[in-house]
């Protein structure tokens, strides 16, 4: 099975939005990594949970105002 991220992007209102996305998602166009702030591989026992769940066990990168 290929690795699996959890990734937190710039969404389009400028907040941090979680995503989960495949290894191959990564060798995609250049321009949509300007929007990852964070990713971090997910084990067997992490690709089960939700993305609530994930958030919380990895928080979006500090320093950003997420009520903006």
Do not use: T
Request: glycine share 8%; proline share 9%.
């Amino acid at each position: 099975m290929d690795e699996c991220y959890f990734v937190w992007i710039h969404g389009l209102d400028g907040r941090p939005k979680p995503q989960i996305w495949a290894a191959d998602q990564f060798s995609g166009p250049a321009w949509k990594f300007r929007y990852v702030m964070a990713r971090h591989v997910l084990d067997a026992r992490a690709r089960g949970m939700g993305l609530d769940r994930l958030a919380k066990l990895f928080p979006a990168p500090p320093g950003l105002d997420e009520s903006a």
